[in-house]
């Protein structure tokens, strides 16, 4: 009898038990540009920050109160969109909330007050998380048709989205585009292409559960790998929020050369992401975060004290490679150790995630108007150094995998 033909690298391994999806590859493909489309809107935002600061009379204290609106928007998201997905499915989700995104995003640029800004914000996030939401919730039902881990793959298009976002917004600046025109024009794009988006993704998966709130208390596995996403989760929110404001105001770069800081650190996240499956497969995740993370906390750390934009540039660039493997090394940590109640762990370890998104833009904030900003950034690399801390213990505090109940 022949030997089976090999499956490519690309086919999909189908498990014991497991639904039939409708072309996976398709899905994976379509889901990618959702992924890239969504990091698209806020990174072309980030460049003119600071121009949106000086417009409306900000401070960095209130800067950061109004760039709580985002985080707060997404957080009250989190909790109604798990049953909408339940229900209708992440496929439908998604095409609401991508329609829903591009049609919410000129509000920001609208915005004439530190309140406007926070509703703005807070409108766009909530946007924003449902259909991160959606689209994670796509990629586990595709993952689940793979056989076969793909999601940091996803993550790569996310932070290519961030590069190409912050380009079109430099782009903006230095031709003199209104942030509310820009805004539009990308929101038009995603909302159009939503429902071409969609077409052939995978139909009727429940996967919500790994994505709604859930804290982690009462597992100390849970509360190392959630200690850890808060603290990356606010050092992945403060690059986005304070790079362009801390490369102007603080280090006298022009409006365009500010918003090269977020891009540099989304670029770094890209190729840690692009890589991060191999490294985590030779080295295996907690090595791989801790050396990353180490990196990084030095280079931002030594790009603080130098305090020149090239040495920001580059410090930051270095600082996004060594945040750029933690959350799919911390989802497949409490993936594994869970068995059935994958879920379950996952939304703990993401509910932890957020909370430090939530946490991050008014600590900054609020530093910075005590003392200055480059002190108040000072936080970050003491936070990266954390994360290294936290991934050392990984490997030692481990549990050991619950025995699967799949059939």
């Known amino acids: 009898m022949p030997d089976a033909p090999k499956a490519s690298?690309?086919?999909p391994q189908r498990t014991p038990g497991a639904a039939t999806?409708?072309?996976?590859?398709?899905?994976?493909?379509a889901t990618s540009i959702v992924f890239a489309l969504h990091a698209v809107v806020f990174g072309s935002w980030t460049p003119h920050i600071p121009l949106v600061k000086d417009r409306i009379g900000l401070n960095d204290g209130t800067l950061g109160l109004a760039l709580l609106g985002g985080p707060i928007g997404s957080v009250l998201a989190m909790l109604a969109i798990g049953t909408f997905i339940a229900r209708a499915g992440s496929r439908r989700s998604m095409i609401v909330t991508m329609i829903g995104y591009g049609a919410v995003a000129p509000l920001v640029g609208l915005a004439d007050s530190w309140l406007g800004l926070f509703l703005a914000l807070g409108l766009l996030g909530a946007m924003q998380s449902g259909l991160d939401i959606s689209m994670n919730a796509q990629a586990v039902a595709i993952e689940k048709a793979y056989g076969r881990p793909v999601m940091s793959s996803f993550h790569a298009w996310w932070s290519f989205g961030a590069f190409a976002g912050t380009g079109l917004g430099i782009l903006g600046?230095?031709?003199?585009?209104g942030l509310a025109t820009q805004l539009a024009l990308i929101g038009a794009a995603v909302a159009i292409a939503a429902p071409l988006l969609a077409r052939p993704l995978i139909r009727d998966d429940r996967a919500a559960d790994d994505h709604r709130i859930v804290l982690p208390w009462?597992?100390?596995w849970l509360l190392l790998l959630g200690a850890i996403m808060f603290a990356a989760l606010l050092c992945e929110g403060a690059a986005g929020d304070w790079a362009a404001v801390y490369l102007r105001d603080a280090l006298d770069a022009p409006a365009a050369v500010a918003g090269l800081g977020y891009a540099a650190f989304a670029l770094a996240m890209l190729f840690g992401r692009a890589m991060g499956d191999?490294?985590?497969a030779a080295y295996g995740g907690g090595p791989v975060v801790a050396v990353l993370a180490a990196?990084?906390?030095l280079a931002l750390a030594a790009a603080l004290l130098i305090g020149h934009p090239v040495a920001a540039l580059a410090g930051?660039?270095?600082y996004g490679l060594g945040i750029a493997c933690v959350v799919p090394v911390c989802f497949s940590a409490a993936a594994a150790s869970s068995g059935s109640h994958a879920g379950h762990s996952i939304a703990a370890v993401a509910t932890a995630g957020w909370a430090g998104f939530l946490v991050g833009p008014p600590a900054i904030g609020t530093l910075a108007h005590v003392t200055s900003l480059p002190l108040a950034l000072g936080l970050l690399p003491i936070l990266c150094a954390a994360v290294m801390v936290g991934a050392l213990r990984m490997r030692r505090h481990a549990p050991a995998p619950?025995?699967?109940t799949a059939v």
Not at 173 to 177: D, F, H, M, R, Y
């Open 295 to 297: 990196a990084g906390a």
């Open 21 to 29: 999806p409708g072309r996976p590859v398709q899905a994976r493909t």
């Open 173 to 177: 600046v230095s031709i003199g585009l």
């Open 218 to 220: 009462g597992n100390r």
């Open 316 to 318: 930051l660039a270095v």
């Open 402 to 404: 619950e025995p699967s």
């Open 9 to 11: 690298p690309d086919t």
């Open 278 to 280: 191999r490294w985590v």
